[in-house]
């Protein structure tokens, strides 16, 4: 155990003879006793002070600290003074006598008492007795430990540390903040001429903004101060004269105080709440130098702070005060732009344990990309603000997705009144290719409280949501086929609301609570409840954001390791106001689903069949692992005649033989059904060829009718018979691939066989048309499927397109099939008449046509022969964006990217 030394310092609080400062200097003489300045000499020394009964009230009232050896009195000869450190007053003076009347040191410190030595030792216990019986004040210090813990603990990730540091340049005024990261160790090398602060060691971190600067002032209270209050003072008068507007019925009033607010925080309120973001520097690098200047200065201030001096060493503690960062003043070194101010951060030297990654630095990016909102509210007179990252080591770093050319199925926005009242704009806008009924309105109102309560049977009367109002957008997608396609840019985009689907809350125009956070923690309970009803929407199907802003939401406040926002009462009334919004879209959602499919057909007797199977081995599997006997599902409550356990079990074994008997039923229907479907598209296919086998057997007959009427020997004549046979003998041939027969096996071929094949069987047609035909053999692909199955669905295609094609307003005539050997598709395309929007809903069910003579089994076939690929194909129209330019009539899109190749 370290020896302690005590002392008792003798001063009186009045009337001293001595120039003594209590708590911070003690004075004494020397020349008559040099015992004094021995008493200081073993260090540190632990005082207690002491003032005597004669011109004092005998009383101890102090405790104090020496770390410094005593220096001369220059003023008064012999003559010393000793610093005095970490004082604290007694908050009850303790008398030097008990109540007894006996000295307290002669008691306890016997040895060492001498009461005409104004300096003399005391035991450790008793001074410690003293301080206590005293009631000592004491104080929390800051350990210079702290920045380690607020850096590296407080703050969750290096893409959390960056994003505080850019929250600063918004609280600062700044209308842009760029992010840049170069000299990364763990990324490839690249030439040093590019980095731009070769003079730091790597990895170098620089924030830069053009916002106000700060003052020394800011600097010292501000940025030097843990948890300083310059920016939530700012918060806490807001809502204290909110609470008093509100009270005294003078909102008008508040609205005038938060004008004054924001005037004098360039038209912001701060971000900023727990004032410990910006010791992320700490956990981004060893060494920080901060250069910033406002606008009245001719320079930049400079500060430096080496965080490893922060350290504990040896296991010695510092406090915080201790530190030491140099502060000063530089030419300008850098171009500050029209404000004339700014502040940059340049953080080097990196740290243990907390190496940058390439995928780090993409989710930084990511992070910077989506810092602003993307649909932020119209009437908000924030002033702009613009995030940038750079970092040249990592070439393929994402760029704002514009997911805008994905035009959303549902799309809703609008304000929520601090009572809840939603008043809002709603559209549903299907694709091209689903027939269903548009909307757009506009001005529309909701009462969000008693929707819930519609939903919430056991809520009581709603009170006045404490979160305040707010702004939201809800962009809402069908993912499924043919709502969505599944070309290269439209999985892109699907992969893109898999990570960064969900809603995201701003405050002031900027990402506090980032959509993946929302998604992972489960904020509003959509993954659960899609889960147990996967029917309904999940944050996958979604982006959208949620406004709020300092003066209407005081309550929302993030958490301090920004994972998120406090969970009061507040944000629990916004997580309901918000989900009652998500089910208001999600009921329609549902509703224009079903009655897309109900028009589509959607039933077939294949999955009919899967779901008869399923159910089967379900019910075997409750036969021979569930309790009948218990019933703890409550599986038999309702059928009161099932009482005995052998009914039950006999009960469950005649169903799963029922629907095992279904399942063999629904197999023999989709037989017949396949091979009626295999008939009617060789049927189809036929007649094709069947015009030009009449043809050429009709100029066969005449040409031998011919010959014999002359009864004369003509070897011209018989050489184009012999040709014409050959011609109808290619035909009959040119048959067989036009069947896809049920048992004919897969093969590997490039779809261009196929369409080089139907190219022959239209040729002649094409020639007679005046058709124009053409395919982009440079993308041409492989699949693994039957091949007469494509040759049917192509011939369906072309055939439909050479009808429509025949009128005699068509003056251009083309079709045009375009492959994309990347999205694995062909668009079937045509300058014909298009697609009337009365078949729109049925086109791919059979007996649905406008031809005539009509069969309606054409399109109907294609989608069964595709849907039959392996890994299953599809077919549907083309969209907008996937349509040939200027091809005005009907596009198809035949989608093989779930096809196997091989």
């Known amino acids: 155990m370290i020896e302690r030394n005590c002392l008792i310092l003798t001063q009186n609080r009045q009337n001293s003879d001595y ?20 008493q200081f000499s073993s260090l540190p020394i632990e005082v207690v002070y002491f003032e005597p009964d004669k011109n004092g009230e005998g009383v101890f009232y102090g405790y104090g600290k020496i770390t410094k050896p005593p220096f001369p009195d220059k003023k008064t000869v012999d003559h010393y003074f000793v610093e005095i450190i970490d004082f604290k007053s007694f908050s009850k003076p303790v008398s030097f006598k008990n109540e007894s009347g006996e000295i307290l040191e002669q008691l306890n410190n016997t040895e060492y008492y001498d009461y005409n030595n104004a300096v003399r030792k005391i035991k450790p216990k008793f001074l410690d007795e003293l301080c206590l019986d005293g009631g000592i004040l004491l104080n929390f210090k800051a350990d210079a430990h702290l920045v380690q813990v607020l850096g590296e603990q407080l703050i969750a990730s290096e893409r959390i540390g960056i994003l505080e540091l850019v929250k600063n340049s918004f609280d600062a005024g700044a209308s842009y903040c760029k992010v840049r990261i170069e000299k990364i160790p763990n990324l490839p090398e690249i030439p040093t001429s590019i980095y731009e602060f070769n003079e730091y060691d790597g990895p ?58 924001k005037s004098e925080n360039q038209g912001r309120l701060p971000l900023g709440e727990k004032g410990v973001g ?31 001096d922060f350290n504990i060493i040896n296991n010695t503690h510092k406090d915080l005060d201790e530190v030491n960062v140099i502060l000063t003043r530089q030419s300008i070194s850098r171009d500050y732009g029209s404000k004339g101010s700014g502040t940059q951060l340049i953080i080097y030297g990196g740290r243990e344990g907390f190496e940058l990654q390439e995928q780090e630095i993409k989710a930084i990016n990511r992070t910077i990309l989506r810092l602003n909102s993307p649909n932020p509210n119209p009437k908000s007179n924030t002033p702009q603000f613009t995030a940038t990252f750079t970092c040249p080591q990592v070439k393929e770093l994402d760029e704002a997705i514009s997911y805008r050319k994905f035009e959303p199925v549902f799309s809703i926005y609008g304000i929520v009144d601090e009572w809840g009242n939603f008043e809002y704009d709603y559209s549903f806008k299907p694709p091209y290719n689903i027939p269903l009924t548009p909307f757009n309105k506009q001005g529309e109102k909701l009462d969000l409280k008693s929707e819930w309560l519609k939903m919430d049977k056991d809520k009581k009367l709603w009170r006045k949501p404490a979160c305040g109002a707010f702004y939201i957008h809800i962009d809402v997608w069908n993912r499924d086929n043919p709502w969505m396609g599944n070309s290269s840019e439209e999985r892109e985009f699907k992969k893109y609301l898999e990570g960064f689907g969900g809603l995201t809350i701003y405050r002031d125009g900027i990402n506090v609570f980032t959509a993946e956070n929302g998604t992972e923690t489960d904020w509003l309970g959509l993954r659960q409840r899609q889960i147990m009803q996967n029917y309904r929407m999940s944050y996958y199907h979604m982006i959208g954001n949620i406004e709020i802003d300092q003066s209407s939401n005081i309550d929302l406040v993030d958490k301090t390791d920004r994972g998120g926002m406090i969970q009061n009462q507040a944000f629990s009334d916004l997580i309901i106001l918000i989900k009652t919004i998500v089910y208001f879209i999600e009921n329609d959602y549902v509703q224009k689903r079903n009655e897309y499919n109900a028009l589509s057909g959607e039933k077939d ?191 369906n295609l072309i055939e439909n397109a050479c009808y429509w094609i025949d009128k005699p307003e068509i003056k251009e005539r083309k079709i045009r099939l375009k492959l994309d050997s990347t999205d694995r598709t062909i668009v079937v395309a045509d300058t014909g008449t298009g697609i009337h929007d009365s078949v729109l809903p049925y086109l791919f069910q059979p007996g649905v046509s406008l031809k005539f003579p009509p069969s309606g089994l054409g399109l109907y076939i294609c989608k069964h022969y595709m849907n039959l690929m392996k890994k299953r194909g599809d077919i549907y129209l083309a969209k907008e964006r996937d349509k040939i330019d200027g091809l005005n009539g009907a596009q198809f899109i035949l989608d093989f990217s779930k096809v196997i190749d091989k």
């Open 278 to 308: 910006r010791f992320a520097c700490h956990r981004l690098g060893k060494r920080l130098i901060i250069k910033t200047k406002i606008a009245e200065n001719n320079y930049e201030y400079v500060l430096k702070i080496n965080w490893d």
């Open 204 to 261: 170098v971190i620089i924030i830069e903004d053009d916002g106000s600067g700060m003052t020394i002032e800011q600097i010292e209270l501000g940025w030097l101060r843990p948890a300083s209050t310059l920016k939530t003072s700012v918060k806490e008068r807001l809502k204290i004269e909110k609470e008093k507007a509100i009270r005294d019925k003078k909102l008008d009033i508040f609205e005038r105080y938060l004008d004054i607010l």
């Open 19 to 38: 120039n003594d400062f209590i708590g911070k200097y003690y004075h004494f003489p020397a020349a008559s006793n040099k015992n004094y300045l021995k």
């Open 605 to 795: 007797v294949r999955r009919l069949s899967k779901f008869s199977k399923q159910s089967a081995a379900v019910m075997d599997n409750i036969v021979s692992n569930y309790e009948i006997f218990s019933d703890p599902y409550s599986l038999f409550s309702n059928i009161q005649t099932l009482s005995d356990i052998s009914e039950r079990k006999g009960h469950l074994v005649q169903l799963s033989k029922s629907l095992k008997n279904l399942e063999g039923n629904l197999k023999q229907v989709q037989e017949v059904q396949d091979i009626l479907t295999e008939q009617a598209g060789f049927g189809l296919g036929i007649a094709v060829a069947l015009h030009e086998i009449n043809k050429t057997t009709s100029n066969f007959y005449y040409g031998i009718l011919d010959v014999l009427k002359s009864g004369k020997w003509n070897e011209h004549k018989l050489e184009e018979l012999k040709d014409t046979s050959k011609a109808l003998e290619s035909e009959l041939l040119r048959l067989s691939p036009l069947r896809a027969l049920r048992n004919e096996d897969p093969i590997q071929f490039f779809v261009s066989k196929s369409i080089n094949y139907v190219h022959s069987v239209f040729k002649r047609r094409f020639n007679t048309l005046g058709i124009d035909f053409s395919f982009n053999y440079e993308q041409d692909f492989k699949i693994t499927a039957r091949y007469g199955a494509l040759n049917q669905i192509l011939t």
